[in-house]
């Protein structure tokens, strides 16, 4: 039983295409987050949801967009791929007050 | 200065040694503080939490808290070499569940 799920787990693509990745967690938590680990392993938040609602918004390009179509599920969609948006893109998600994340496995995108 | 900056590493103990991993933190607010342990081309995973001054002892892995200093350590005894991994620390904001990561300290144990 995987706590939190992420699909797929590598994805190569061309600049100026369009993906996505879905997330999903089975532990009832009401908090679920994007983050971003470059090649040097800096991880960095990108954005959080709590029930739904977009509660962290950091200073990430528009083309990034996220979508939490409940409080199990949250996707990113990313328009127009550059050279720089390749990295391993984390799936977490926590209680809201217990900030002991649990993690998915991880996205690894690869923009050609 | 960055807001959670961890001592460069890599850094390598002999098996059976007591590795020694730090980490200080900008914001005085912080109140929960979390180290995660990293295996290449895995994700993070929470091996100790800890929220108030003093130690915290699980199995072979020790926090230390210290909030007048703003500093956080984990000691890990009797290393072993399944101990080599990346190790994150991270800390609250105060902005809806918010984390902020460490660069990580790469740990080599060696046999």
């Known amino acids: 039983d995987t706590a939190v799920s992420q699909t797929p787990k590598y994805l190569v693509t061309q600049m100026g295409n369009d993906k996505s990745i879905k997330c999903e967690q089975n532990?009832?938590?009401?908090?679920m987050y994007w983050y971003k680990q470059d090649s040097k392993k800096f991880l960095k938040i990108m954005f959080s949801?709590?029930?739904?609602?977009?509660?962290i918004n950091e200073t990430v390009p528009n083309r990034f967009s996220p979508k939490s179509p409940d409080k199990a599920h949250l996707n990113l969609h990313i328009n127009s791929l550059e050279l720089g948006d390749s990295a391993v893109y984390f799936c977490?998600?926590?209680?809201?007050?217990?900030?002991?994340?649990?993690f998915g496995s991880g996205t690894r995108l690869t923009v050609v | 200065q960055k807001e959670v900056e961890q001592n460069s590493g890599p850094l390598s103990v002999p098996e059976g040694a007591i590795a020694s991993l730090n980490c200080t933190y900008s914001d005085r607010g912080s109140q929960s503080f979390f180290w995660y342990r990293q295996y290449s081309g895995k994700s993070p995973e929470l091996i100790m939490s800890i929220y108030s001054n003093g130690d915290k002892e699980d199995g072979r892995f020790t926090a230390q808290l210290n909030k007048a200093s703003q500093y956080v350590s984990l000691l890990i005894r009797d290393s072993q070499p399944s101990d080599s991994a990346t190790y994150l620390c991270a800390v609250n904001s105060n902005q809806g569940g918010k984390l902020i990561f460490g660069q990580g300290t790469e740990l080599s144990v060696k046999p």
């Open positions: 532990l009832g938590h009401d908090t």
């Open positions: 949801y709590n029930n739904k609602e977009l509660i």
């Open positions: 977490a998600s926590s209680q809201m007050g217990n900030y002991g994340y649990t």
